[in-house]
Structures are given as C-alpha cells and as structure tokens.
T-cell receptor, first 116, second 112 residues
C-alpha cells in the first residue's frame, strides 16, 4: 500500500464550488505539506503543518484553507474554487530535524483539479 | 529575491552517455540541496541530498556536486538509460524550518 495517499485523484468542478482534497499517510511523520504544481512554475507551497496543533501558511495560501484532523490526515479546502486554481496538487510528509531522514519529503500521487 | 534556476529546455541525450543537469541559485544560503525525480502525473521522488560542507555525493549511477561559491549544483547520471527519462527537480533547504524550496525542474530525455 502507498505510504501517502490522496483523494480524489482527479476532480472537475465549477467556479464557486467548495472542494476538499484529502491526504492520508502511514509513515508516522509529524510534518505534512500541501503543494500545487503548474506547468512552468514548479512546486509551490500552500500550507504546512509540523504537528496536529501547528498550521502555517506557505507561499501561496490565499484562497485555500487546511485542516489537520490527526497526525495521519491533512486536508486542503478551496472554499470557492476559481479557474486559476486549476493545477496538480500534491501532499507530502517528512520527519522533523534530528531524525535520520528528516530532509527527505515523501509525496503522494497527486490530485489533478480542474475548475471550469 | 531568492531564485532557483533550472534549465527549462529539455535535455536530450543518447543512451549510454552522461547526463548533466544544472541548478543555480541566487540570494540563498542553503544548508542542504536535494534532487528529486518526477515522472509525468506522479509525485516527486527523493534521490539525493548534499550538505553545504560537502563537495560531492554519489549513489550508484548518480553524482551530485555542490559549489556554494558558484551557487550551483550539478546532477550527473552516468551510463544513462531510457528509463532515466523524467523531470529532475532541485530543492534548497535553509536551516530553521527545513522546508525545501523547489526549482521548476529540467526534463531529461534519453534516446535509445
């Protein structure tokens, strides 16, 4: 089974709709991240969480919100989707500093979101 | 402002040759630099990490160099194979939060 899973894998929605993307991990990592990837722009950080009670905005958080329901679950919401939020969204996890693999990020398979 | 540059043009090489990809950065003092591989429609996969005080790191057919004076990392794949065809991302990590900032990636195409 995959260590980091994302649902849905593909989603088409309309402008103004609320949508939630979900991420689950079985790696036992405290740190979780949401990125979006656009052609030519690379991966950009939306939100990150270092533990269940710690949520932080990333580079491009406007229009997004997150919820860390448990150590293993981190959800990304678009309250009112707009077309320029069409992108590939990735969840990632990592260990904290001081652990053997703390600088390695483990990515999920991605969610392809289209906002019409 | 901080900037990470990777060649946006695809690198085309013949099977068996050495592929060399470049990552340049400005206004950055990274403690670490990483390289990831990304296949179409999939999440990036970590390959190698090199620390600021390391000049070179190797893993099987992969070699990474890190020159903090030139502000550049080179990523080499020796004896390249068509299966090495993918996009390769570099990522810089500063001390503190240890969150990587990614470059846009360079596509490598290895022709049989």
């Amino acid at each position: 089974d995959a260590d980091v899973t994302q649902t849905p894998r593909n989603r088409i929605t309309k402008t103004g709709k609320r949508i939630m993307l979900e991420c689950s991990q079985t790696k036992g990592h405290d740190r979780m991240y949401w990125y979006r990837q656009d052609p030519g722009l690379g991966l950009r950080l939306i939100y990150y969480s270092f533990d269940v009670k710690d949520i932080n905005k990333g580079e491009i958080s406007d229009g997004y919100s997150v919820s860390r329901q448990a150590q293993a679950k981190f959800s990304l919401s678009l309250e009112s989707a707009i077309p320029n939020q069409t992108a590939l969204y990735f969840c990632a996890t990592s260990d904290p500093p001081g652990t053997s693999s703390y600088n390695e990020q483990f990515f999920g398979p991605g969610t392809r979101l289209t906002v019409l | 402002s901080q900037k990470i540059e990777q060649n946006s043009e695809a690198l085309n090489i013949q099977e068996g040759k050495t592929a060399t990809l470049t990552c340049n950065y400005t206004n950055y003092s990274p403690a670490y630099l990483q390289w990831y591989r990304q296949d179409p429609g999939r999440g990036p996969v970590f390959l190698l990490l090199i620390r600021e005080n390391e000049k070179e790191k190797r893993k099987e057919r992969l070699k990474v160099t890190f020159d903090t004076t030139l502000k550049q990392s080179l990523f080499h794949i020796t004896a390249s194979q068509p299966a090495d065809s993918a996009t390769y991302l570099c990522a810089l990590i500063s001390g503190g939060s240890y969150i990587p900032t990614f470059g846009r990636g360079t596509s490598l195409i290895v022709h049989p």
